[in-house]
């Protein structure tokens, strides 16, 4: 029981990272985007 446990406990911790990720790289892009509307509209 105490295995099913730690395992259940790592691959919910694993999901949460990987979703932590992804949430990062979402919000890079979309900072990023805005940068750029912001450097064609100085152009």
Known sequence: M?????????????ASVLAGCNTMEGAGEDIERGGEKIQDSAS
């Open 2 to 14: 105490k295995k099913f446990m730690m395992l259940t406990f790592t691959l919910l911790v694993s």
